[in-house]
């Protein structure tokens, strides 16, 4: 068996060789030559799986070691016979961790006390579930717009897009990319969008940059909105200058590059694997271990005199300071994909053990309910 992998899958390397011949390559370089003779095909979202790179080829699996797949044209792998799989929700508790931690880099810049600022999640599937759930411990008002879900479940635990817009004070999209169907997401975030949005409201993007019309944001960046916050760009690895230039948070789609997060699309392309062509060799793989991050994993907050947005930022900044992902980024965006490709070793909460004083027992369940072990 050959199996055409795009080098950047962590923890790949020497786990299926013994069984199988495997090409590491750039994701954005593979080429129909490459892929003509292998049976599967691991990628990430830089390969683009249509028919100028498959047409003719042996590939019977694609398996993206990502939430996302519109870099994959199901439609023509469907109608040739070749099978793809993504692994969704292999990243969620990793973006669930970068939105907590602009939420309260946000409430510290903007002085903001959490209790009172409302925050509307649109898409509400394995990601936008994790972001309420985070936006709900840090005790905020959560508003919730999915209407596929709102279809199939009903609508009173969905809040119709317009309310949304009205009502909250933080704005966070986690849709995929769509450009057809009832309710398509490209360009979801467009001029009249924003209009509806309250005056001095933050929007944020970590889902696919087309999801934005980044001239609609830019133009309400300028006049209307305090504050953007995007992982993700159209034109994707060239960050628009102006929009980053505005962005309070600008990273290089890095908000599911959590090691916990590579680990669970790395095995979950491997379990589809063994699955689809019938082996027994590694049905349950996962890292025998994933690398401790560059901060100590147990630490301890002082939360005595602090307000419970201070205590928030200090125990969840020790674990991801994404000011400097956005530092990074702001002064060498020529060096996106770079970034991106030597990420850093990022653990997400349940990898650190908080010995917090002086704090109250609603705020030790708080940090408890956002995945920390507290002691």
């Known amino acids: 068996m050959k199996i055409v992998a795009d ?10 060789e013994p069984c199988a011949e495997v090409v590491y390559l750039p ?12 049976d599967a095909l691991f990628t990430r979202t830089r390969t683009r799986c249509n028919a100028e790179l498959l047409e003719g080829s042996r590939v019977r699996l694609i398996a993206t070691a990502t939430i996302g797949y519109d870099h994959i044209d199901t439609a023509w792998c469907e109608a040739h016979g070749v099978r793809w799989v993504n692994a969704p929700g292999c990243n969620s508790s990793s973006v669930q961790q970068y939105l907590t931690a602009v939420l309260v880099a946000l409430a510290k810049e903007q002085r903001r006390t959490l209790r009172e600022t409302t925050l509307g999640v649109i898409g509400v ?9 985070a936006g709900a411990a840090l005790g905020m008002r959560v508003l919730l717009n999915d209407p596929p879900r709102a279809d199939r479940e009903g609508t009173e635990a969905f809040t119709p897009l317009d309310a949304l817009l009205a009502q909250s004070d933080i704005v966070t999209c986690h849709t995929p990319l769509t450009k057809d169907g009832a309710y398509p997401t490209r360009h979801l975030s467009s001029d009249a969008f924003f209009e509806r949005m309250k005056a001095d409201a933050v929007y944020i993007n970590s889902a696919r940059g087309a999801v934005t019309d980044s001239a609609a944001l830019k133009r309400a960046a300028a006049s209307k909105l305090s504050a953007i916050v995007l992982d993700v760009w159209e034109g994707e690895p060239h960050p628009d200058a102006a929009l980053l230039a505005q962005s309070f948070v600008g990273t290089p789609h890095i908000a599911g590059y959590s090691s916990d997060g590579k680990a669970n699309g790395t095995a979950a392309c491997i379990h589809e694997l063994c699955r689809f062509f019938g082996l027994d060799i590694l049905p349950d793989w996962y890292p025998e271990a994933i690398p401790l991050p560059p901060f100590p994993v147990a630490f301890t907050v002082d939360g005595t005199g602090k307000t419970a947005e201070e205590v928030f930022y200090e125990a969840v900044t020790h674990t991801y300071p994404v000011m400097e992902d956005s ?3 702001k002064q ?12 850093w070793i990022r653990r997400e909460f349940g990898c650190y053990t908080l010995h917090l004083k002086g704090a109250d027992a609603d705020i030790a369940n708080r940090l408890r309910e956002l995945g920390f072990n507290i002691q």
């Open 125 to 133: 599937g394995n990601v936008g579930s994790k972001v309420a759930r």
């Open 7 to 16: 080098d950047r899958i962590p923890f790949l390397r020497g786990v299926l």
């Open 27 to 38: 994701g954005a370089k593979i080429s129909r030559e490459d892929v003509a003779d292998a």
């Open 327 to 329: 530092r990074r980024l």
């Open 332 to 343: 060498s965006p020529e060096t996106f994909e770079e970034q991106r490709g030597n990420y």
